[in-house]
């Protein structure tokens, strides 16, 4: 009965493997209604069941929102028109290519187009219009269907879908027609995906997010969460292991490259801090300007911003973004449009640069495009506007602008230059438990300190700063009074969250891991000092509580920059240094071994030698052979020497192969019987290496020490002071978030479904995912049965954490007026699909799907609000 009745449950269900997420999987169930307010506990307890499943989340519709601005047509623009910068260069409907200095205009690049897709609403395929012939290619492997389940990207017509067309144009529309414009990257290949135009939820994000990585080398979203000012959301648990598993595995081990579009939500003051996509170390965010160099009013100010494009600015005052529009059978007036706006038409410019770069070095890894803007973007055109500081290594950096104005000819001639960057660490400090009060009164700041010391003399030292994550957990109401500033040793102060007067929901900041990139290059050692300050107008009823706040640290433990011969000469010659390196007025060290040289920014000395791991780095460029060299043995045959007309003999050492040596010892065969290492055979490759076609030892990638491959996806264990996180078959430093740590096995392991994180189990959860409430370290879509949902905040001492919207129980446990409260119904109900990750993709697609071969995309669900 047992069996007949799970063959009966699993056919009520359609099932689809969620993007390039292994062992992961969409259930939708055919008979519950979309609008089902059930938490449907029976399917869930028959899944769970299962002893292939080990994760199960039931999914919540969420609201996206596209990035382009609410404007009208502007009159009087003419088709050729140009957005200039102050410097007096910019985007011309006549140029041979869209670039910021005409040094880009002219660089020749040959090698392959990089491939970038655009997740949407959809994007136009072609034009059929003979005039304009096909305005791009569209790469049907970087292309797919997600709302429909088909390779079609193709939007509806209603008039409201022309965005993704209008981004993909910017990149990608052909050269030398005379029609529309000329992409950045006229030679990219580009995909669309077609996700905006229904009903989104984690799944979709992830399979999004997950589409095709190792085709796909760029993907560009001018999307997020709604920008109203109140709002506080990001990635679910299947979009964050999609992102994860991007730049791990993504571009054969190099990582996808995720460009994201800041926000437009500053007419709302809103902070694009309180976005966990453009919050995140993984996406390169990317912020506007208006033709003269100035903040634009819908231009959203934080610190996870790295680098700026041009946009539109005032309607009527300042030009939009040239760029091809719908199909010109629809609306033939409008196959062109000079009226792309918002920050929606500055990640598809950044997007085209970074392709640019990619043809000039497609080694590139996902870290080394963020160090390329980091040192390539110019402060100077963005320097009328106020708020430019300068942090401990000299560079300038903005709320607004990031680091400048992204430089495409700067950026391909470092490209060119460029070595890859050694190994991320990852340094944790201790978490600060101690509750602290907010006072109410106008104008108060908490000051506390936190002293580190980057995990010096571990394997995760951090001496030269990327990123930096500031994880706080905090109650105040209204929490848009809140201002929060973070300080350096060195003196920066960053800025991680804006006063926001619209967010007055009564809700916490739970962990929430605030991004700054202000600090790059300086020293993590020393005392940080976290500033939260009343700075709103709004009336407190009550103080608030600061109950956690730790810091993440992502860099490296040897200097980063690394560049090759060529530029160095150029700059000893006497020229100028273009990149404003920190601290050095020009380049006076020699080349060292190798045509390398490696400068320290912050103590002006040579770094010193690699000894330490981390993750998704080249391993063709960061990682050391097994002999100590920098760069691996070429791979070819396992022939050892050349023969140069020495004899061969044929009493040989037994590592030879049958044809023979010319001399005594492992070093001096012809060819090897079973595995070179270097110039001796051996009978086993050694640890931390693997065996390649060739029959060469190669390294394994630093976080591995066993290996079946260089890529970080090939670990078969893992490195010291690395743990194995077990779902998605990679080991890094720490768990990623949603993740606790397995101390018995050093693996990390995936939180319960709808848990935000967990401690000591799966199921102990420690905070929620934004849509749900918590009871008893469990989170629901609602209070269950005779509890009510709080209208306070509740503190559990034994975690010193806040819980968000606990639920307790009834004076009178009899009513059933108020049995199932939640703050909002038709956004808490639940959805009728659910995402299960099984233990292998074979033994799932044996034991749960064994009775149901069709698949299917749909994935109804409900909207889950957000705090």
Not at 30 to 46: D, V
Not at 234 to 253: D, H
Not at 286 to 298: E, M, R, V
Request: aromatic share 10%; proline share 6%.
């Amino acid at each position: 009965m047992f069996v007949i009745f799970l063959l009966f449950f699993f056919s009520l269900f359609c099932y689809l493997q969620v993007g390039s997420l292994k062992d992961y999987y969409l259930f939708h169930n055919k008979r519950i209604t979309k609008r089902s307010l059930r938490f449907n506990s029976e399917h869930h307890s028959a899944l769970k069941s299962e002893p292939e499943v080990r994760w199960l989340q039931q999914l919540h519709e969420k609201i996206r929102r596209k990035r382009d601005g609410p404007f009208s047509a502007l009159p009087g623009y003419a088709p050729y028109d140009v957005i200039r910068s102050s410097t007096g260069f910019g985007v011309s409907l006549t140029s041979p290519r869209l670039a910021y200095t005409p040094s880009a205009v002219y660089h020749p690049l040959v090698p392959r187009a990089p491939r970038i897709q655009y997740r949407d609403a959809g994007t136009r395929s072609i034009f059929p219009d003979p005039l304009f012939k096909e305005q791009w290619y569209l790469d049907p492997d970087a292309s797919f269907d997600i709302n429909g389940n088909d390779s079609d990207p193709t939007p509806q017509d209603n008039g409201d879908n022309k965005h993704g067309t209008r981004c993909a144009g910017e990149v990608a529309a052909v050269a030398f027609n005379n029609y529309c414009g000329v992409g950045v990257a006229y030679n990219a290949s580009v995909g669309g995906v077609r996700m905006l135009d229904g009903k989104v939820n984690d799944v979709v994000e992830a399979q999004a997010l997950s589409l095709n990585p190792s085709h796909i080398d760029i993907y560009s979203a001018s999307w997020g969460p709604e920008d109203d000012g109140s709002t506080v959301d990001g990635p679910g648990p299947l979009a964050r292991r999609a992102f994860i598993y991007g730049v791990t595995s993504g571009r054969q081990g190099k990582g996808s490259i995720f460009v994201w579009a800041s926000g437009n939500g500053g007419r709302y003051t809103d902070s694009c801090n309180c976005d966990g996509y453009t919050n995140s170390i993984f996406t390169l965010s990317i912020s506007s300007a208006t033709q003269g160099g100035f903040k634009p009013w819908y231009l959203e100010e934080c610190s996870s911003t790295l680098a700026t494009t041009y946009s539109s600015g005032t309607p009527g005052h300042d030009k939009s973004v040239a760029t091809v529009d719908m199909d010109g059978r629809l609306r033939p007036d409008h196959i062109c449009t000079v009226e792309h706006t918002g920050t929606s038409a500055s990640a598809p410019l950044a997007a085209g640069i970074c392709a640019l770069a990619l043809e000039a070095n497609p080694n590139l890894t996902w870290r080394d495009m963020q160090y390329l803007v980091v040192y390539t973007s110019r402060p100077a055109p963005l320097e009328k506007e106020s708020g430019w500081m300068l942090n401990g290594v000299k560079r300038k950096y903005s709320h607004k602008f990031g680091y400048g104005l992204m430089d495409a000819g700067a950026m391909v001639s470092l490209a060119e230059q460029w070595t890859s960057v050694p190994p991320q660490h990852i340094c944790k400090s201790r978490e600060n438990n101690e509750d602290r009060k907010i006072e109410g009164t106008y104008g108060y700041t908490l000051a506390t300190h936190m002293d580190v010391n980057g995990c010096a003399g571990t394997i995760n030292e951090v001496r030269y700063l990327e990123h930096v994550q500031c994880r706080i957990t905090l109650r105040f109401f209204p929490r848009g009074n809140l201002r929060i500033l973070l300080t350096s040793p060195m003196g920066t102060t960053s800025t991680l969250l804006f006063e926001r007067p619209r967010d007055i929901v009564k809700s916490n900041f739970d962990d929430w891991p605030f991004l700054s990139v202000h600090f790059w290059g300086e020293k993590a050692e020393g005392r940080w000092t976290l500033q939260i300050i009343n700075g709103g107008r709004r009336r407190v009823n009550q103080p608030g509580i600061l109950s956690k706040w730790q810091l993440i640290f992502y860099g490296t433990a040897v200097q980063p920059l690394r560049l090759k011969n060529d530029l160095i000469n150029q700059q000893l010659r006497g020229s100028a240094n273009p990149y404003a390196f920190p601290t050095e007025s020009d380049l006076t060290q020699s080349a060292g071994d190798g045509g390398y040289f490696n400068m320290d920014p912050i103590n002006g000395v040579l770094s010193f030698q690699n000894l330490f791991t981390g993750a998704a780095s080249n391993p063709e460029k960061a990682i050391a052979t097994v002999d100590g060299h920098n760069i691996p043995t070429p791979q070819r045959q396992n022939v050892m020497a050349d023969a140069n007309n020495k004899l061969v003999l044929h009493d040989c050492d037994p590592e030879c192969d049958s044809q023979g040596c010319y001399g005594r010892g492992p070093t001096q065969c012809v060819a090897c019987k079973h595995y070179r290492l270097d110039n001796t055979c051996v009978s086993r490759c050694p640890p931390r290496s693997f065996p390649n076609q060739g029959g060469v030892c190669w390294p394994c990638h630093e976080s591995c020490e066993t290996c079946a491959g260089a890529g970080q996806d090939s670990c078969l264990t893992c490195a010291p002071a690395h743990l194995h996180v077990t779902d998605l078959a990679v080991c890094l430093q720490v768990c990623p978030e949603g993740y606790y740590e397995n101390y018995d096995n050093k693996t990390c392991v995936p939180c319960e479904a709808n848990c935000a994180s967990c401690q000591d189990r799966p199921d102990y959860c420690t905070s929620c995912e934004h849509h749900l409430v918590m009871h008893e370290h469990k989170c629901f879509s609602s209070c269950p049965l005779h509890t009510y949902e709080t209208e306070d905040y509740k503190v559990e001492r034994d975690m010193q954490k806040l819980i968000k919207y606990s639920c307790r129980l009834y004076v009178n446990s009899t009513s059933t007026s108020r049995g199932r409260y939640s703050r909002n119904s038709s956004s808490r109900s639940s959805s009728t699909s659910i995402s299960i990750s099984s233990i292998s993709s074979s033994s799932s697609s044996s034991s749960i799907s064994s009775s149901s071969s069709s698949s299917s995309s749909s994935s109804g669900s409900r909207s889950g609000s957000k705090s």
